[in-house]
């Protein structure tokens, strides 16, 4: 039975209140001639319920489009300032000054990559990396911005010397002294986290007479053990993780915690390309997403859950390469889904993947569907969005924001309380989606106000838990 408890104090539930809850964001990539102009991008995220964005620059148009949006964002420094970075302290003052104070904190600038897969880049900037996060650290200090936003670098899997078994995780041996230690030595002193590129796509094209396209995709596998730690590995992504952690380990940096800052499979390619699908873009990034809502760690660390920009918000029509590269994207530039893969746990229960969206009419037709809690939700084509429980999350997490939500919150519960309309079903899971979403109505739909800690999520249907109807608005 569901207790609704109203403790005297309980600290704001957001991401951040729950330790133990993932994070999920986006990459923002723009690298095309015709995506929507920012401001247009800005009401997409909010409308999907995303409220954390990463770009790879600091285009003064994009930021400018996310003040006030209550979106974090990730900034970068191009690889090809880095010399500058490195060798001259004026130059990232006054980049600090130019690209990150002159626009936080209106917009929230929580973190700044300084290069991107510096040890890929074939200009081979790697000398400079390291001075350079140090010098835009002093900047921050400088403009008293260094508590407000960490400053690190996306490493792609490329710079690990081995990564299978993921026990046996470990760094190019010629990276280890000149660039990793310091660098992570850099990342405990400041409290920042390693930021690691983590694609299963590009391992599984490339092996996939060897590697199941089920454990790619998180679906239903045998497993793979791992001899070396006595794990049991369901999905490529832990592995490949896992193995990252092991390498963090093996130079004496375990307490560093790694952000997953791009990670996400193509949903076209080439004909000579393995793997790129609508489909299998649906169910990779779906599954990966419920893993993230879920609080779920990976096997080496269960405890610490996962935190993940997936990649990427839009196809991208002028990457170069094969046409997977232009082909990541969650949306079309029109704004239409690629694929119906929600931003929420509330279309799929077995982990499999979903079918491409309809590409040819805005307006979806009328269908219903099984919700993990019993109740149904039918599919509308209204613009209205409501906000539910997760019913994956532990009871203490969803009896914990319940609390919340029915007391400082300012929720109605009324109708959940026993003998009310909406008591029944008497399940928690149903009863913190009343009052999630009567909080979320309250506070008039803003963005953000539907996460309560990454146990709630919005829909675009209305929910039914029995006979129960839940409000609009207020």
Known sequence: MATLAFPCLFFLLTTLAFADTGLLGINYGRVANNL????????????TGINRVKIYDTDSTVLTALANSNISVMVCLPNEVLSNAASDQSFTDNWVKT???????????????????????????????????????NSLVKYKLDSAIKVSTPVALGALQNSYPSSAGSFKTELIEPVMKPMLDFLRRTQSYFMANVYPFFAYAANSDTISLDYALFKDNPGSPDSGNGLKYTNLFDAQLDAVYAAIKAIGYNDVKIVVTETGWP?????????????NAAA?????????LAGTGTPARPKEPLNVYLFALFNENQKTGPTSEKNYGLFYPNEQKVYDMPFTQTQSTGGNSTSPADRSNDRAPETTVSHSGGGDVTTTSLGQTWCVANGRATEKKLQAALDFACGEGGADCRPIQQGATCYDPNTLE?????????????QSRRPGT???????????QPPKY???EFPTGY
């Not at 309560?452 to 919005?458: E, K, N, R, S």
């Open 450 to 460: 539907c996460d309560f800690g990454g146990v709630a999520f919005l829909v675009t």
């Open 267 to 279: 949903s076209a390619g080439d004909q000579n390309e393995i793997g790129p699908s609508p489909e």
């Open 284 to 292: 990779y990034n779906g599954n990966l997403m419920r893993r993230v």
């Open 36 to 47: 929507p102009p920012p401001d247009k991008v800005v009401q997409l995220l909010k409308s």
């Open 99 to 137: 690209n990150i104070s002159k626009y936080y904190p209106n917009t929230k600038i929580e973190s700044i990559a300084v290069g991107n897969e510096v040890f890929a880049d074939p200009s081979n900037r790697t000398e400079f990396l390291v001075p350079a996060m140090k010098n835009v650290y």
């Open 430 to 442: 149903a009863h913190a989606s009343y009052a999630f979403n009567s909080y979320y109505q309250k």
């Open 466 to 468: 029995g006979k129960c």
